[in-house]
């Protein structure tokens, strides 16, 4: 890469003679990826050519001094030239409207770059979203005739910074920067943006906030990503002091939601959350709030962090807490599993066992979502407070046996439960658990009538030592349980123990969906005939050589069954009632894991339950209340 970058310098050389050379030539190594120019001597002569028609522009002295609005103009006219293939604004569309939405016209492939109008003249203009991926460059003049504009949506686009004519829009309210990875840096002018409420700049890589944000003092939502390498660029800029400006925080005293995102490698924020953490004290209205405690003295000072209303922890409706250095060279997660579960409400993340429990404990009590990961002491999930628990996570906990266990008699559990004692999970919908290597069982010990009563989703990902799943006891209780992965245990031979209890087979499982069995070779039967899946309609086998046999009897309503060609011919029983449900996996590697994959995505299926479920509601809801309005009339 440096050779290009070499090979790119001197063909910029051959063709620009200019004061701000040096300037220039650093924003383009900095943002673009000359590993990926084919011919820097041809692009470099379209980079010359591109200047040249900047200099003559009719732009005034301002934007021509403005190294940001330059590069931006540049670039892309650059690029449009390099790729010969320029893509102008649809002349169809109407900037007179008060609302404009890009996916809503035909729209350059993603080889091709978005080319947006100078000036558009949008006197009525209130929203406006371009969030397209084509979208690289925006003009400096772009804003300055969009008086009314109230929203903006750039979220998903490669621009690689905003021009200075954002200081125009003077009434807007909504500002969404969400996921523009190209974009480092602010310009001061956002300070000018006066009225403006919402601003969310997540899934950037910003080096610094701007001391100028402290004039937004009517924003209600702060959400920003820091860049691993922020504290490096900042001290490379005698104007910037801090990565985020001391006092900025406590100054916008409107603050409801403030979400900072830091990467693990960003051991700058060690010192920084320590100083800045005190302010969170002065946001009287703050309710929603994610932040990240690298280390154990940072999470006792938040402990002790207190407002009008007494410990701030204790007061927000929603937080999202990381504790614990959790940078790692690899991830034994599913891709995008981490982030997906990050999403739920009051999600306490506690990684590589920094921190003790006391003091996790406490945040616990109101946490709803937990990720446990790369804990190595605790021996079960019940030493912490569970009480509230509805999703849950667990990763690399290597010396946990057991979810939970419970102490004593069936008779004396029986006793404390009525008592009004909570044996644990009765609140457990989602639950996803992944290499745990000394995992032998999810309850141990006798189980509340209530505990996981309520789980809906059940997935065990590389735990060696597992060899069942369940008792009777337990499955009794799971009348919720809709889904069942099972992948990469190699020591279980059933689902399920064969205990003899006085247990009816309709009261187990009547609500199983679907199972997905991966990787399971010991797997000799699923649950030695004694529970009848009346709602199950698909199976997934894959890996599991020794499972032989299938009763119709257990699988009476079955719709599809999933498996390799060779497993399927190589069963020992009469299977011609089910020739029409068999779908065998497909033969190409690729296929077949990416058919793998979303089979065992187990938190996208829960969303997917809780959209069902939520629209479902809406619409009796709406039901109801045509009812009572037929009825009134």
């Known amino acids: 890469m440096a050779f290009t970058q070499r090979r790119m310098t001197i063909s910029l050389k051959d063709h620009v003679v200019n004061d701000e050379w040096d300037e220039i030539c650093n924003f383009f190594l900095l943002y673009l990826d000359w590993e990926n120019t084919k011919s820097p001597r041809v692009f470099a002569k379209f980079v010359a050519k591109s200047i040249r028609s900047y200099q003559k522009a009719d732009y005034d002295s301002a934007h021509l001094m403005n190294a940001n609005d330059y590069f931006n103009y540049i670039s892309g006219r650059s690029k449009l ?88 829009l003077s009434l807007l309210q909504e500002f969404f920067l969400r996921d523009c990875s190209a974009l480092f840096e602010l310009p001061a002018q956002v300070g000018m943006l006066s009225k403006l409420k919402l601003f969310d700049i997540k899934g950037t890589e910003l080096m610094f906030i701007p001391k100028e944000m402290r004039k937004l003092v009517d924003l209600e939502v702060l959400c920003v990503s820091l860049s691993q390498y922020a504290k490096e660029y900042v001290e490379t800029k005698s104007d910037i002091e801090k990565v985020i400006p001391k006092n900025m925080i406590s100054e916008l005293k409107n603050l409801e939601e403030l979400c900072i995102n830091v990467p693990p490698e960003a051991e700058w924020w060690e010192e920084e959350v320590k100083d800045i953490q005190n302010e ?67 999600c306490l993340k506690w990684e590589n066992a920094e921190g003790n429990v006391n003091d996790v404990s406490k945040i616990m009590e109101s946490a ?10 605790i021996e079960k999930l019940s030493t912490l407070d569970i009480t509230n628990l509805k999703y849950c996570l667990l990763s690399e906990c290597n010396e946990m046996e057991s979810l939970v266990e419970v ?53 065990l990902h590389s735990c060696p030592q597992l060899t069942s799943i369940f008792t009777l006891d337990i499955a009794q209780n799971l009348s919720c349980l809709t889904e069942l992965t099972v992948k990469d245990c190699p020591k279980i031979r059933s689902l399920i123990t064969t205990e003899s209890h006085n247990i009816k087979h309709s009261l187990i499982f ?15 039967n699923m649950f030695n005939g004694l529970v009848m899946l009346k709602k199950l309609s698909t199976l997934l086998i894959y890996g599991c050589s020794k499972l032989q046999h299938l009763s119709i009897l257990d699988l009476p309503h079955i719709k599809k069954i999933e498996a390799e060609f060779e497993w399927w011919n190589g069963l020992d029983w009469d299977k011609f009632a089910w020739e029409n ?31 069902h479920d939520e629209t479902t509601f809406i619409q009796s809801q709406l039901r109801h209340n045509l009812q009572i309005h037929l009825y009134t009339a």
Not at 442 to 457: M, N, Q, V, Y
Not at 589 to 595: I, S, T
């Open 81 to 168: 030239c390099y790729m010969d293939e320029k893509k102008e604004m649809q002349r169809d569309i109407d900037w007179n409207a008060d609302e404009i939405n890009l996916k809503d016209y035909d729209l350059p492939q993603p080889q091709q770059l978005l080319l947006l109008p100078d000036s558009p003249i949008c006197p009525i203009l209130v929203k406006l979203f371009l969030q397209v991926s084509s979208l690289i460059v925006i003009p400096p003049a772009f804003f300055e005739h969009m008086p009314m504009l109230q929203v903006l949506d750039l979220s998903n686009t490669n621009i690689l910074s905003l021009p200075t004519s954002i200081a125009s």
């Open 581 to 611: 449900i068999f779908v065998p996996l497909p033969l190409k590697r690729r296929d077949l894991v990416e058919k793998l994959f979303e089979a065992t995505n187990s938190l996208q299926h829960f969303h997917d339950i809780l959209s």
């Open 407 to 459: 102490d004593g008699l069936p008779e004396e559990v029986e006793t404390r439960i009525k008592n009004g004692e909570k044996a644990g999970l009765e609140l457990l919908q989602y639950c996803s658990i992944h290499h745990m290597e000394k995992l032998q069982s999810i309850w141990k010990g006798p189980i509340g009538k209530d505990s996981l009563s309520k789980l809906t989703i059940l997935a």
């Open 368 to 377: 709803e979502a937990l990720f446990l990961s790369c804990h190595w002491t």
């Open 510 to 524: 009547p609500s199983l969906v679907r199972i997905f069995l991966l990787d399971l070779p010991e797997l000799v």
């Open 280 to 346: 969170l004290c002065e946001l009287e209205n703050l309710e929603t709030l994610r932040w990240y405690l690298p280390t154990d003295e940072a999470l006792q000072q938040f402990l002790r962090l207190e407002g009008n209303e007494g410990l701030i922890y204790e007061n927000l409706l929603n937080l999202t807490l990381t504790i614990g250095q959790h940078a790692q060279l690899t991830s034994c997660l599913p891709s995008g599993l981490e982030k997906k579960f990050e999403e739920f409400r009051n």
